[in-house]
């Protein structure tokens, strides 16, 4: 099913605004002037800042709210949502232990080979290079705590 950039465009536009009515109750940290509501505002205003962008894009032309195109097999459906639950338990329950690069690399390995590329060479190394800027983003620009697991040892 495909929907016109109308439909996406007020749904993310509504979800955007739904952050920040909901980041609003988030206090401010004591002496300084960014709180725990900021990086939430700012990710709802530029979801509704898009979403108004992709209404308009949708309101100049003249497709069909929703399309149906082509039918998805139930089987790869199913599977396909299995597997994408079963990589978020095992990263809740693998990310302690092993810790978040190796977890990431290996679960975004496997998901990108199973369901994109299906050659090893180019799903590993948009694994590798996505974990890595996950981990440079959050852990070290965000501070994010992100466990480093096994390689603890290895890195400090």
């Not at 949708?58 to 497709?63: F, T």
């Not at 459906?77 to 990263?91: D, E, G, M, P, R």
Request: proline fraction near 5%.
């Amino acid at each position: 099913m495909r929907t016109n950039d109308k439909v996406t465009g007020v749904v993310t536009a509504a979800f955007g605004a739904a952050v920040i009515y909901a980041s609003l109750d988030l206090k401010n940290l004591p002496r300084q002037e960014y709180g725990a509501g900021t990086f939430p505002t700012v990710i709802g205003g530029l979801l509704v800042l898009f979403g108004a962008i992709l209404l308009l894009r949708g309101l100049g032309n003249r497709e069909k709210w929703l399309q149906w195109q082509h039918p998805i097999p139930l089987m790869h459906f199913i599977l396909t949502l299995v597997a994408i639950c079963a990589s978020v338990v095992a990263y809740v329950y693998l990310t302690p232990v092993v810790g978040f690069p190796i977890v990431s690399f290996v679960l975004l390995s496997l998901l990108l080979y199973t369901f994109h590329h299906r050659r090893w060479l180019p799903s590993m190394g948009m694994a590798l290079t996505a974990t890595a800027i996950i981990w440079g983003v959050f852990g070290q620009l965000l501070h994010v705590p992100l466990d480093l697991g096994l390689l603890e040892k290895v890195i400090y």
